[in-house]
């Protein structure tokens, strides 16, 4: 049997009078489209705790490496210690040049990704899921993210007073740069750069990324 054997029984049961689909909210294309790394921030817009809240909120719904669920969340708003969490962080690294983020750009809002338990490779994979689901959540709000894995993780425990090992720095705010995807070959370079205020990313084109053509 087809597989568009029901979908055609379908339309010649129903014709014309078939039902139209209502676009509801965005697509998973336009959420990826629009999940970029923002190094600058809008200062004027103030990340709420209970946006935070709702971000990590997803957490609750996404896989699990055999459903353990180690993952905790602590909350850094501007009123809370986002400049204790600024001091312990690095962005930018392959444009050190630029000492991003800019004065006045700085991201006010965190969510620190921790574990109640060792960091294996399934606690990783558990991360990384984390990760992209809240900043997918995050741009389904209109706000932007950046993760952050270049920090000093004992001097952010003590600076937040953390009892569990932090794994990576989820920042939060209302991006404030321009971005843009550069499709490149396999074998082209792939660090992001800067030209004339644009920050360009280079993606290995989706043709290049199957190995059985």
Do not use: W
Request: charged share 25%; aromatic share 6%.
């Amino acid at each position: 049997m087809a597989d568009n054997y029901l979908e055609k029984r379908y339309e010649e049961t129903l014709g014309s009078n078939r039902p139209k689909v209502k676009k509801i909210g965005h697509t998973v294309d336009e959420l990826l489209l629009k999940n970029r790394s923002y190094r600058g921030y809008n200062k004027q817009y103030v990340v709420s705790r209970h946006e935070l809240e709702r971000i990590v909120g997803v957490c609750s719904r996404i896989p699990s490496g055999c459903n353990q669920q180690v993952l905790r969340y602590f909350l850094v708003t501007r009123d809370s210690g986002a400049e204790r969490v600024l001091a312990c962080i690095r962005m930018g690294a392959a444009l050190p040049e630029l000492h991003l983020p800019f004065p006045g750009t700085e991201p006010e809002a965190f969510i620190v990704c921790c574990s109640v338990a060792k960091e294996t490779k399934l606690v990783d994979i558990d991360l990384g899921i984390a990760l992209q689901s809240m900043a997918l959540k995050a741009v389904e709000m209109g706000l932007n993210t950046l993760m952050i894995g270049a920090f000093n993780r004992e001097q952010l425990k003590e600076a937040l007073g953390l009892e569990l090992e932090p794994l990576m720095v989820l920042a939060v705010g209302k991006g404030a740069e321009r971005i843009e995807l550069v499709p490149t070959d396999e074998e082209a370079p792939r660090a992001y750069y800067r030209r004339d205020g644009v920050h360009y990313v280079p993606k290995v084109r989706a043709s290049d990324l199957i190995m059985n053509k």
